[in-house]
């Protein structure tokens, strides 16, 4: 029988953000968002990726002249054609004298990416860590997730899931089956805007995240926020209301507050796209503790995660 695979483009130790205690991240590849600010743009395609660095590459055209998808193109310097997919042949990255082009998205057998998590079990078992599924949207490859998520709970670590909610439901509860923590988005309460901003309506959304509290699932919400996009006090309003009716529940963990940042802003250039947010929406240390205080005088437990 062929093993199961998924096809990640990242596994990141060490990690302390993205639940309880130190955690190993596995960023799985796909996205049905497209949020203006992604700090992972390479996540967002579910098929394979190829990323260059400028700095190092030579202009030399081997790429081009071996990509059989036409994804490589000099014009006259070396660019990426955003609008071909690549095919994951990785003939490019291997020709490439000056090593300044990366393939994306590799498959990767289950039983593999569970013995580097494991790896790092003493860590865990100190801490109160685990692994935290991430991407992407983990659960647009349901398969892959929930056969990762049963054999890391099979071997006793604990799991978490960091998701965009915008899944099918029936998909979302059997991860939950094997998930101890969903980190689980908000990214703007209005359907309108929310479309704007991610270019899907937020409907599932929150009716996925009810289903979560509802069915006892531990969720902590997570609030990325941008200066003058989802920061002022109708949002924040918008989103305190919403939550208010599961304040009390034990399964409801808080509000984890995501000041927006610019370190994945390098990355477009790399994988020949164009960054579309305008001017800065950076929040300043008064921002961030005034959101806050918009919702502990609410009653909730926030935290404030800054990279």
Known sequence: MVERK??????????????????????FK???????WCSNPESQRPGPQIMVQPRLCTDCGACAAACPAGVHVMTPGH??????DCLGCGRCEELCPASALSLIGKPVAISEIVAAVEEDRPFYEMSGG???LSGGEALMQPEAAVSLLAACRGLGINTAVETSGYVKPETLLEAAAHTDLFLFDLKHMDPERHRELTGVHNALIHDNLRLLLDR????KIRLPLLKGV????????AVADFLSPYRGYGNFRGIDVLPYHKLGVGKYAQIGRR??????PSLNEEDIARVSASFTDGGFHVSVLRH
């Not at 796909?30 to 203006?36: E, M, V, Y």
């Not at 660019?79 to 071909?84: P, Q, T």
């Not at 006892?216 to 969720?219: K, T």
Request: charged fraction near 25%; proline fraction near 2%.
């Open 6 to 27: 998924a096809r990640i483009f990242n596994i990141q130790k060490y990690n302390t953000h993205d639940g309880d205690g130190v955690r190993t991240m596995v960023f």
């Open 30 to 36: 796909g996205c049905p968002l497209r949020c203006l």
């Open 79 to 84: 660019g990426l054609d955003a609008d071909r």
């Open 130 to 132: 685990g692994v935290t």
């Open 216 to 219: 006892r699932h531990n969720v």
């Open 230 to 237: 989802n920061d002022g006090a109708a949002e924040l309003r």
């Open 275 to 280: 960054y579309d947010v305008a001017g800065d």
